[in-house]
């Protein structure tokens, strides 16, 4: 079967640094995809790794190991703005998107 | 600019009212997308078009119907909701191939009574 396993929910301090982890088991994997989802709206595209490494963008970071199907996503300088929940999401071998339950992210100052 | 768009943003309904949700398009993607999302959960996919190729999922229920007249627009007909069936509701958008990044619009949020 097809499986996502991320922490339901972490709290971080403004100006930190936090790091979500997922696993995942998928039939086949074409890519993992991380997306934002703030409270009541829609969720966002954050970033997306099909290789192995790490993909950084601006204050945002994500790292993919597919032998280990595991993911990461690492928040630098947090702003309270970024108190959401993170989904993260691999690709099965017919290009859908897995979609894990998220996890809800609290910045406190 | 190019954008998904969901109407209405609230819906409310009585139980066993059919309802109509809309989505539209103007980014050209060939693939649309239907969600169900409740609260602190996975998006579900209730079902999905390439082009016009309607794909449903396995454990999508009977209740739940949609339409795709043309490239830009798809709706969700829910036919009797149940008090179940409350939840929000997300359009998204894609295109078919390796890289499949999906454009989310904003929701509707569906209250039944």
């Known amino acids: 079967g097809q499986n996502i396993d991320q922490p339901t929910e972490m709290t971080a301090t403004e100006g930190a640094i936090v790091q979500i982890n997922c696993t995942y088991q998928?039939?086949?994997?074409?890519?993992l995809f991380w997306y934002q989802q703030h409270a009541g709206e829609a969720p966002t595209f954050l970033s997306y790794?099909?290789l192995d490494g790490l993909e950084e963008k601006g204050r945002f970071s994500s790292f993919l190991s597919r032998s280990k199907g595991y993911s990461y996503l690492l928040l630098k300088e947090l702003q309270m703005k970024d108190s959401a929940s993170y989904l993260c999401a691999p690709t099965d071998s017919n290009y859908q998107l897995i979609w894990g339950a998220g996890t809800k992210l609290i910045i406190k100052p | 600019d190019a954008m998904v768009i969901q109407n209405p943003r609230y819906q409310v309904t009585q139980f066993g009212k059919p309802v109509t949700l809309s989505c539209s398009q103007t980014l050209n993607h060939n693939v649309m997308y239907w969600y169900q999302q409740k609260s602190s959960q996975a998006p579900k996919l209730l079902f999905h078009y390439y082009d016009k190729d309607f794909n449903n999922e396995a454990d999508t229920p009977d209740n739940f119907q949609s339409r795709r007249p043309n490239t830009s627009f798809c709706f969700l007909d829910i036919r009797s909701p149940g008090l179940g069936d409350a939840a929000m509701y997300l359009c998204?958008?894609?295109?078919?191939?390796?890289?499949?990044?999906?454009?989310f619009g904003p929701g509707t949020r569906l209250t039944v009574l």
């Open positions: 998204a958008t894609g295109s078919s191939g390796i890289y499949n990044e999906q454009f």
């Open positions: 998928t039939s086949g994997f074409n890519g």
């Open positions: 790794n099909v």
